[in-house]
């Protein structure tokens, strides 16, 4: 049995891309750990989150991820509200940041753990445009309040990296680890 360990809709579609059959477990850890290395928080969540799964199910695949964005050392995730939202995309218009998604892939014998880094260039974004996004709803369940998938608001200028690992999986890399 393949388990992916996420809630989330998005990494839920992405990972059909490339296997075809899965279970949906949502792991609930508390996800505030501290981390000594901010760049490896996503890396230490996910296999947390990893292996509270498979400790659940010994003889299951588990697959979990976590995705932070990172600005001026801050770790970004996902906004508490509007006033969040807003602080935070502020902070990204005109500016580069690092989106960082860390997976745990473990099994029966294997274990692979792993931080992908995209760079991620904004859009200068005016405060109606904001305004605008955070009305949408779209910001609340994203690290970082915003979806590169929302081309709608022309948020994102241009990427250095991989476009699904923004989204909150990293297709490319976990190909090499999970086959057809």
Known sequence: MFILASKSPRRQELLKLIIDDFTIVVPDIDEN?????????????????????????????????????????????????????RRMLTKLSGRKHRVISGFTLVGEGFEVNKNVVTEVYFNNLSPELIEAYIKSGSPFDKAGAYGI????????????????????????????????
């Open 33 to 85: 750990i501290p981390v000594s290395i901010k760049s490896d928080t996503a890396k230490i969540i996910s296999k947390f989150k990893a292996y509270h799964i498979l400790a659940q199910y010994p003889n299951a695949t588990v697959l979990a991820c976590d995705t932070i964005v990172v600005i001026d050392g801050e770790l970004l995730g996902k906004p508490k509200n509007a006033d969040d939202a």
């Open 149 to 180: 998938q929302d081309e709608a608001f022309n948020l994102v200028r241009e990427i250095k990296g991989s476009y699904y690992n923004v989204m909150g999986l990293p297709v490319e890399e976990l190909r090499k680890f999970i086959k057809k």
